[in-house]
């Protein structure tokens, strides 16, 4: 082909590509969500098995919330395994990413085998992270007792990166809630989404997260949150997204591979490790420990961008939170950009005379180097107004026995709050512009001296094992390495590539999108 047979090939690919953007503009500024039945949570029956499970207990504190931390990667999957084979009725599960991994197909077959016996399985997922999962949700939802459905989709399911272009200023809003409730009975809220990395089952990378499993009456209002977002008119049954539909044959083969899939992973080491679990046994015994206290469930509106005041979101509801502290404020936030203003309210805040601890992910830890770009430039400034950092260790020196052996990276995910070791928020904020303003967040606040006082104890005592503390030296940042006695001098474990990006990234405009 000649230079204008090519110049004119360009020219009708461009002409096609601006042809078809325009048609995704057109297609996503305002979409028409389908109708869908309203569904809504099941009222808890005295004859239930989870329900007489946990009767006791509740009876024996009115009023209060019991919680359960969920701090072992193991635990946190077996919890979670266990509610599902004890469900009797119903299966509510809403969360940001659920990966087609190990632990994601090892809960979707529980999950299945629930529903076979007749519970109703109501799955919501952020759509986001679903790509190139619409057959597999379809073939799920197929299950007359099994239902799909997604936040904020795209109607574009070919196109979807081009379509997130075109529909930027809505697809940008994405549910990052994360819940798990069973028999609206006991429920799991917390940091953890659904994937290896989250359940010490990956060997490239082990996130240190928390959840709290909970009973009592802030169950009821997760139960609420679900609805309200199942039911909202931004969440879509995945079947009116696609028009791929499943046949009966299809639907018994799926069934059937899944059978074999089942019997080959009982040989799989994660296994082993699951059930060689200390809760097991607990929850067998009924020898769980409770940590009971008044608790407030927080969480913002499915449509939170069109909340335009700050009372409307979980925002308001957390700087009511930290700002009843008297003597000391513990942030743990895997992605810690706290902008100007936030800044400057924790350096009043410091000048105040309240302690404030921040634990958050080193460059070299971090997943997101992004965000890491946003953060690093208020650490000196809090830290010259008093502020303790400390940012955890890609490679800490001693790895919790439960990890898995091969794990090469260590890297924070738990998002926590806990003021005055009284009381302890838990969910799924990060103290970031993103879930202060783009996404949808969720979390539990619970009151109970002995729970703060023993998270605050746990983390102290594993800082100079697992982060480096940072501090200012003749006006520069400096790590300290208090387990070898040493200082570094540059951003530690981080190679120069991954320097050189975040310097990069640092220029750029984007602090209101981290």
């Given at each position: 082909?000649?230079?204008?047979?090519?110049q004119?090939?360009?020219?009708?690919?461009?002409?096609?590509?601006?042809?078809?953007?325009?048609?995704?503009?057109?297609?996503?500024?305002?979409?028409v969500?389908?109708?869908?039945?309203?569904?809504?949570?099941?009222?808890?029956?005295?004859?239930?098995?989870?329900?007489?499970y946990?009767?006791?207990?509740?009876?024996?504190?009115?009023?209060?919330?019991?919680?359960?931390?969920?701090?072992?990667?193991?635990?946190?999957?077996?919890?979670?395994l266990?509610l599902?084979?004890?469900?009797t009725?119903s299966?509510?599960?809403?969360?940001y990413?659920?990966?087609?991994?190990?632990?994601?197909?090892?809960?979707?077959?529980?999950?299945?085998?629930?529903?076979?016996?007749?519970?109703?399985?109501?799955?919501?997922?952020?759509?986001?992270?679903?790509?190139?999962?619409?057959?597999?949700?379809?073939?799920?939802?197929e299950h007359?007792?099994?239902?799909?459905?997604?936040?904020?989709?795209?109607?574009?399911?070919?196109?979807?990166?081009?379509?997130?272009?075109?529909?930027f200023?809505?697809?940008?809003?994405r549910?990052?809630?994360?819940?798990?409730?069973?028999?609206?009975?006991?429920?799991?809220?917390?940091?953890?989404?659904?994937?290896?990395?989250?359940f010490?089952?990956?060997?490239?990378v082990e996130f240190?997260?928390?959840?709290?499993?909970?009973?009592?009456?802030?169950?009821?209002?997760?139960?609420?949150?679900?609805?309200?977002?199942w039911?909202?008119p931004?969440?879509?049954?995945?079947?009116?997204?696609?028009?791929?539909?499943?046949?009966?044959?299809?639907?018994?083969?799926?069934?059937?591979?899944?059978?074999s899939?089942?019997?080959?992973?009982?040989t799989?080491?994660?296994?082993?490790?699951?059930?060689s679990?200390?809760?097991?046994?607990?929850?067998?015994?009924?020898?769980?420990h409770?940590?009971?206290?008044s608790?407030?469930?927080?969480?913002?509106?499915?449509d939170?961008?069109?909340?335009?005041?700050?009372?409307?979101?979980?925002?308001?509801?957390?700087?009511?939170?930290?700002?009843?502290?008297?003597?000391?404020?513990?942030?743990i936030?895997?992605?810690?950009?706290?902008?100007?203003?936030?800044?400057?309210?924790?350096?009043?805040?410091?000048?105040?005379?309240?302690?404030?601890?921040?634990?958050?992910n080193?460059?070299?830890?971090?997943?997101?180097?992004?965000?890491?770009?946003?953060?690093?430039?208020y650490?000196q400034?809090?830290l010259?107004?008093?502020?303790?950092?400390?940012?955890v260790?890609?490679n800490?020196?001693?790895?919790k026995?439960s990890?898995?052996t091969?794990?090469?990276?260590?890297?924070?995910?738990?998002?926590?709050?806990i003021?005055?070791?009284?009381?302890?928020?838990?969910?799924?904020?990060?103290?970031?512009?993103?879930?202060?303003?783009?996404?949808t967040?969720?979390?539990?606040?619970?009151?109970?001296?002995?729970?703060?006082?023993?998270?605050?104890?746990?983390?102290?005592a594993s800082?100079?094992?697992?982060?480096?503390?940072?501090?200012i030296?003749?006006?520069e940042?400096?790590?300290?390495?208090?387990?070898?006695?040493?200082?570094?001098?540059?951003?530690?474990?981080?190679g120069?590539?991954?320097?050189?990006?975040?310097?990069c990234?640092?220029?750029?405009?984007?602090?209101?999108?981290?």
């Amino acid at each position: 082909m000649n230079a204008n047979g090519l110049q004119s090939l360009t020219f009708l690919r461009i002409i096609f590509l601006c042809a078809a953007l325009s048609a995704l503009i057109g297609c996503q500024s305002s979409p028409v969500y389908p109708e869908k039945a309203i569904t809504t949570k099941l009222a808890a029956q005295p004859d239930w098995p989870l329900v007489q499970y946990i009767q006791a207990d509740v009876k024996a504190h009115p009023q209060q919330t019991g919680v359960l931390p969920l701090t072992d990667g193991i635990d946190a999957f077996i919890a979670r395994l266990a509610l599902v084979n004890a469900a009797t009725a119903s299966i509510d599960l809403q969360y940001y990413i659920y990966r087609g991994d190990d632990t994601g197909r090892l809960l979707t077959w529980h999950l299945i085998d629930a529903a076979q016996r007749g519970v109703r399985v109501r799955i919501l997922l952020d759509d986001m992270a679903v790509k190139d999962a619409d057959e597999a949700l379809v073939m799920l939802a197929e299950h007359k007792n099994i239902q799909v459905r997604l936040y904020n989709p795209t109607f574009e399911r070919d196109f979807r990166n081009l379509a997130f272009v075109a529909g930027f200023s809505r697809l940008n809003h994405r549910m990052h809630n994360k819940s798990f409730t069973v028999d609206n009975t006991i429920s799991i809220v917390g940091g953890r989404n659904i994937g290896n990395e989250y359940f010490s089952n990956d060997t490239n990378v082990e996130f240190g997260d928390f959840d709290l499993m909970t009973i009592g009456p802030a169950v009821d209002e997760i139960s609420d949150q679900f609805d309200i977002y199942w039911n909202s008119p931004l969440t879509v049954e995945v079947g009116a997204l696609t028009a791929h539909s499943v046949t009966a044959e299809e639907v018994d083969t799926a069934l059937a591979l899944v059978e074999s899939e089942k019997a080959a992973y009982q040989t799989n080491p994660y296994m082993a490790r699951l059930l060689s679990s200390e809760l097991i046994t607990q929850m067998q015994s009924h020898a769980l420990h409770w940590y009971w206290g008044s608790a407030k469930l927080v969480y913002d509106q499915p449509d939170k961008q069109n909340h335009q005041l700050d009372s409307d979101s979980i925002l308001a509801d957390l700087g009511e939170f930290l700002r009843q502290a008297e003597k000391e404020v513990f942030i743990i936030s895997p992605y810690f950009v706290p902008t100007r203003e936030g800044t400057q309210n924790i350096i009043e805040a410091a000048r105040a005379g309240i302690d404030i601890t921040i634990l958050t992910n080193s460059l070299a830890a971090t997943d997101v180097i992004a965000v890491h770009a946003g953060y690093r430039q208020y650490r000196q400034p809090l830290l010259e107004a008093g502020v303790k950092i400390y940012e955890v260790k890609a490679n800490p020196e001693q790895k919790k026995a439960s990890s898995w052996t091969g794990s090469s990276k260590s890297s924070l995910h738990a998002k926590t709050f806990i003021t005055d070791k009284q009381s302890t928020f838990v969910g799924s904020f990060n103290f970031d512009p993103r879930s202060a303003w783009l996404n949808t967040e969720m979390g539990l606040i619970i009151d109970n001296e002995q729970l703060a006082g023993e998270v605050v104890d746990g983390i102290e005592a594993s800082l100079a094992r697992n982060t480096y503390r940072l501090a200012i030296e003749e006006g520069e940042l400096i790590w300290f390495d208090d387990l070898h006695q040493r200082i570094i001098y540059t951003e530690p474990d981080a190679g120069l590539w991954r320097k050189f990006l975040v310097d990069c990234i640092a220029l750029l405009p984007i602090e209101s999108q981290l």
